[in-house]
C-alpha cells in the first residue's frame, strides 16, 4: 500500500483491527527506538563534518554558543510541532504538509510545499555529494599510505556520484517510510561510528601535541584574510550549523511511523528529546575538538579533508560509514517527495492500474509507476550533484533556506492557532521573537552562502569535481 498524502479516512466495519489502525491504514508498529533511530538518521548526517570549519571561523565563544542555541531552538520547536500531528479533533496529520494545511491554509501551505520540497531535493543531491567525497576519501586513505602523503591521490567524484545512484535506484523501491526502521537503525549505528572515529582521531592529534593556533574570535583578519571575507565566512559558518539542525521537515513524517495507544505527541518529545540531545554532545565534541586538533585551517569537512592520514585503516572505516549511514540518510529525505507526488497522482487518476497498479514479484510487490517515476528522481539528483559539487556552501545554502520556515515558523505558527495564543499575549510575543530572530539569521547565512557558491562557480568546470 502506497505512502500517500490523503484524507483521514475511518476504518470500515469488519476491518483487523490487527494489521490496520482506526484510520484503515496498515498497522503502525514505531516507538521511541524507533522514532529516535530516525531522528538520528535525519539529524546526525553530513553537517556534523563541517562544524569544525563553522567554529574555526566563528571562534571559541561564538561557535559553542551558536551550536547550543541551535540545539535549544530545535529541541523547543520539535515539541511544539509534535504537538501538532494530530488536530482537535483526533484525526491525523500525515506529513508536515497536512499539518500545515489544516491549521494555516492558503498562501503558507502553498510556501511550505515550495521549501519543504525544495529542501528535501537538496539534500539527497547534498548526500549524493557527500558520499562521493567520503567514498574517494576511502580510496585516497589506501593511496596516500602506499605512495606517502605528498603523493597526487586526487580522484573524480563522478563514477562514486554514480555508484551511489545506482545504489538509490534499488533502496528507491522500499514503499514507504514504515518499512525503512531497519535502514534507520542501521544508519544510526553509523553516524555514531564514524563520529566517533572522528572524535577519538581529534583527540590523538591533540595528544600529539603539534602547535595549531586558535583564539577566542576564530580566524584571525591579516593581509590575505579581509574583514569582509571573514564576514562572509562566518555567515556561511552559521548556515552548517543549521543545516546541522534542520530536519524538522521529516518530524510529522516519523511520527506517523509510532503505533497507536499512548499519545503519539508524548512518545515523540520523548524520542526528539533524546535524539536532538544525543545529537547535539556529538556536535559539540566534534566541533570544539576538530576546531582544537586543526585549530584556524581547520578543512571544511575534518574527515575528507585530510587533516588525518594515519592511521589509514580507522579514516578509510569511517570514511565508510559516512557512505552507508548516507545511503539510509538519502532515504529518510526522499520518502516524503515519493509520498507527495504518488498520492497526488493516485487522487488524480484514481483505479488507474499504470498508477496504483502493483504486481507480485516473489515475496516483493512491485509498482510499475513507481519503479519508473523514483529512478527518475534518483538520475535526476545524481545529475545534479555531478554538476554542483559544492560542500560547504552547498550545505551552508540547504541550512539557511530551512531552518526558520521549516523548523521554527510553521511549528510556531501552527502552534499559536492550535493553543489559541494571541499574538499580543506574553506568550505569543516571546514566539514572535524567537521566529523574528531566527529569520534574520537565516537570511544572513543564505547571504554568505551564496556568495561562497558564486565565488566557486568562476573556476569551476562542470562534470570534471575532483576530491
Known amino acids: 500500500m502506497m505512502n500517500v498524502e490523503s484524507l483521514n479516512i475511518e476504518a470500515p466495519p469488519g476491518y483487523d483491527t490487527s494489521v490496520v489502525d482506526d484510520d484503515g491504514r496498515p498497522k503502525r508498529t514505531g516507538n521511541v527506538w524507533s522514532a529516535g533511530a530516525h531522528i538520528i538518521t535525519a539529524v546526525i548526517g553530513s553537517g556534523v563534518l563541517t562544524l569544525a570549519w563553522a567554529i574555526a571561523q566563528m571562534g571559541w565563544i561564538a561557535g559553542p554558543t551558536a551550536l547550543l542555541v541551535f540545539s535549544l531552538i530545535t529541541l523547543f520547536t520539535s515539541t511544539l510541532l509534535a504537538d501538532c500531528y494530530r488536530a482537535a479533533d483526533g484525526t491525523r496529520n500525515y506529513v508536515y504538509r497536512d499539518a500545515v494545511k489544516a491549521y494555516l491554509g492558503g498562501i503558507k501551505y502553498k510556501f511550505c510545499a515550495v521549501v519543504q520540497y525544495s529542501y528535501l531535493f537538496g539534500v539527497t543531491i547534498g548526500y549524493s555529494i557527500t558520499t562521493a567525497i567520503s567514498l574517494v576519501a576511502m580510496k585516497k586513505a589506501i593511496c596516500f599510505h602506499k605512495y606517502g602523503h605528498n603523493h597526487d591521490c586526487t580522484l573524480s567524484n563522478n563514477p562514486f556520484i554514480l555508484l551511489f545512484g545506482l545504489i538509490q535506484l534499488l533502496l528507491c523501491q522500499v514503499p514507504n517510510f514504515h518499512k525503512l526502521a531497519f535502514l534507520s537503525y542501521i544508519?544510526?549505528?553509523?553516524?555514531?561510528?564514524?563520529?566517533?572515529?572522528?572524535?577519538?582521531?581529534?583527540?590523538?592529534?591533540?595528544?600529539?601535541?603539534?602547535?595549531?593556533?586558535?583564539?577566542?574570535?576564530?580566524?584571525?583578519?591579516?593581509?590575505?584574510?579581509?574583514?569582509?571575507?571573514?564576514?562572509?565566512?562566518?555567515?556561511?559558518?552559521?548556515?552548517?550549523?543549521?543545516?546541522?539542525?534542520?530536519?524538522?521537515?521529516?518530524?510529522?513524517?516519523?511520527?506517523?511511523?509510532?503505533?497507536?495507544?499512548?499519545?503519539?505527541?508524548?512518545?515523540?518529545?520523548?524520542?526528539?528529546?533524546?535524539?536532538?540531545?544525543?545529537?547535539?554532545?556529538?556536535?559539540?565534541?566534534?566541533?570544539?575538538?576538530?576546531y582544537a586538533a586543526f585549530g584556524n585551517e581547520a578543512p571544511g569537512n575534518f574527515l575528507t579533508g585530510y587533516g588525518f592520514y594515519e592511521p589509514y585503516w580507522l579514516v578509510f572505516t569511517a570514511n565508510l560509514f559516512i557512505a552507508v549511514h548516507l545511503l539510509g540518510a538519502y532515504q529518510v529525505f526522499c520518502q516524503p517527495i515519493f509520498a507527495a507526488v504518488e498520492g497526488r497522482c493516485g487522487r488524480q487518476w484514481p483505479g488507474n492500474k499504470v498508477v496504483s497498479g502493483e504486481y507480485k514479484w516473489g515475496k516483493l510487490r512491485v509498482s510499475p509507476f513507481r519503479v519508473v517515476w523514483r529512478s527518475v528522481y534518483v538520475v535526476l539528483t545524481t545529475l545534479v550533484a555531478m554538476l554542483l559539487p559544492f560542500f560547504n556552501d552547498f550545505v551552508g545554502l540547504l541550512g539557511a533556506m530551512s531552518f526558520w520556515p521549516l523548523t521554527v515558523f510553521f511549528p510556531i505558527e501552527m502552534y499559536m492557532v492550535r493553543a489559541n495564543i494571541p499574538r499580543c499575549s506574553c506568550r505569543g510575543f516571546f514566539l514572535q521573537i524567537l521566529s523574528a530572530f531566527c529569520l534574520v539569521a537565516s537570511l544572513v547565512a543564505a547571504a554568505g552562502s551564496v556568495r561562497g557558491l558564486i565565488h566557486s562557480l568562476r573556476t569551476f568546470e562542470p562534470l570534471h569535481s575532483r576530491s
Open 187 to 290: 544508519a544510526a549505528l553509523m553516524s555514531f561510528g564514524y563520529a566517533s572515529i572522528g572524535l577519538g582521531l581529534s583527540v590523538a592529534k591533540i595528544a600529539e601535541g603539534r602547535h595549531v593556533t586558535t583564539s577566542i574570535t576564530g580566524k584571525p583578519i591579516d593581509d590575505h584574510y579581509t574583514a569582509a571575507e571573514k564576514m562572509w565566512s562566518c555567515s556561511a559558518a552559521v548556515g552548517n550549523i543549521a543545516f546541522a539542525y534542520a530536519f524538522a521537515v521529516v518530524l510529522i513524517e516519523i511520527q506517523d511511523t509510532i503505533r497507536s495507544g499512548a499519545p503519539e505527541s508524548k512518545v515523540m518529545k520523548r524520542a526528539s528529546t533524546v535524539g536532538i540531545l544525543i545529537s547535539t554532545v556529538f556536535y559539540m565534541l566534534c566541533g570544539v575538538l576538530g
